[in-house]
């Protein structure tokens, strides 16, 4: 009877000790003194540094808004290069606390990996890039043609049902990586190259000067959903990575912005108070700073800012908002109310 309480206690406390290693929350974070966030460095599309040596960036300005959020300034943070097959391993390894950049979420990655999607952060399109051609006016002009892509990742399955859906019969010339497939194009070994509209965008911006004729034709490959990913077993990261994006959603759905926050003091609706720390007992059960809404979207924006200052009208890529709108402006981003 001894031995088996003995083994019963044992078990005990053995799974109260894996519960409480699992659920990490922010120790590894607020004990390095800094949020550690991973996207992709090398295309200089996500995050990169200018003359200065300031992050610009879309995943520059929401790995601030974290770290505003953790430690209620804007310079605990750092940027790390991770490629889309190195997600889980950097994760799971503690090598980036929250990956943003080019990392869409899979069913496989779900079930068997160690990252879970904490929230939706924005949707990109998979397009493809070719040589200029002014005899092609249709996707048929490109039956049968090469395409130069990586085998078995996210980008190939779409293009492959794309494929399949029009009966294209595209040739794929299978690569390691991203650069030896967008090399391998460039030297027109292929027709055609696939991959996010961003990231197409920014190879156009970046090769204007070297007399290189190729543009983005208007198909759709696939609509691309954008998530902020953690440890699957980190729910306190995971909660928190999710209210602090839905915050500054729900701050321009109430048109709080850089210009006027402000002037926001005195409010009386709930949800208002608790997101703009009036009311801190809800953001300090996350742990997190009260006043972080407040000094972020003074500093970079709400949502929207954000978006148009990296994405939109006010950036090189000048992608309008369409489906990264508000849903209550015809898009499909929600913002719930903070309770």
Not at 41 to 70: H, M, N, P
Request: aromatic fraction near 12%; include cysteine.
């Amino acid at each position: 009877m001894k031995q088996k309480f003995f083994f019963l206690c044992l078990c005990g406390c053995f799974l109260t000790a894996n519960a409480w290693a699992a659920d990490i929350g922010f120790r590894y974070i607020k004990s390095r003194g800094e949020v550690l966030c991973g996207t992709d460095l090398d295309s200089e599309t996500y995050a990169y540094k200018d003359e200065a040596g300031y992050w610009r960036g879309i995943d520059a300005d929401l790995c601030r808004v974290f770290s505003i959020a953790i430690f209620g300034r804007s310079d605990k943070f750092r940027l790390v290069n991770v490629k889309e097959n190195q997600v889980n391993s950097a994760i799971a390894h503690n090598k980036i606390d929250i990956m943003l950049g080019n990392a869409p979420g899979t069913a496989s990655q779900d079930i068997s990996g160690k990252t879970t999607q904490a929230e939706l952060i924005y949707y990109t399109r998979q397009m493809f890039l070719a040589h200029k051609n002014n005899q092609a006016t249709s996707m048929e002009d490109f039956k049968g043609k090469k395409i130069c892509l990586l085998n078995k990742n996210y980008d190939f399955y779409n293009f492959r049902d794309f494929n399949n859906k029009y009966n294209l019969d595209l040739r794929p010339l299978f690569f390691n990586n991203q650069h030896s497939a967008l090399e391998a194009f460039l030297l027109k070994r292929c027709d055609l190259f696939t991959g996010n509209e961003l990231d197409l965008i920014s190879i156009i911006n970046h090769l204007k000067n070297a007399n290189v004729q190729i543009e983005i034709l208007p198909e759709v490959v696939a609509e691309k959903p954008i998530y902020a990913q953690v440890l699957k077993d980190n729910q306190k990261l995971r909660a928190s990575v999710k209210w602090i994006i839905n915050a500054l959603a729900l701050a321009e759905k109430q048109g709080i912005n850089s210009k006027n926050i402000d002037v926001f003091i005195g409010i009386k609706d709930e949800s208002l108070k608790n997101l703009l720390g009036f009311n801190p007992d809800v953001w300090n059960k996350f742990e997190l700073n009260p006043d972080w809404v407040r000094i972020a979207i003074k500093e970079l924006g709400n949502y929207g800012e954000i978006y148009e200052r990296n994405l939109g009208e006010l950036s090189e890529f000048k992608i309008k908002r369409d489906k990264n709108n508000l849903i209550e402006n015809g898009g499909l981003i929600g913002a719930q109310s903070f309770f």
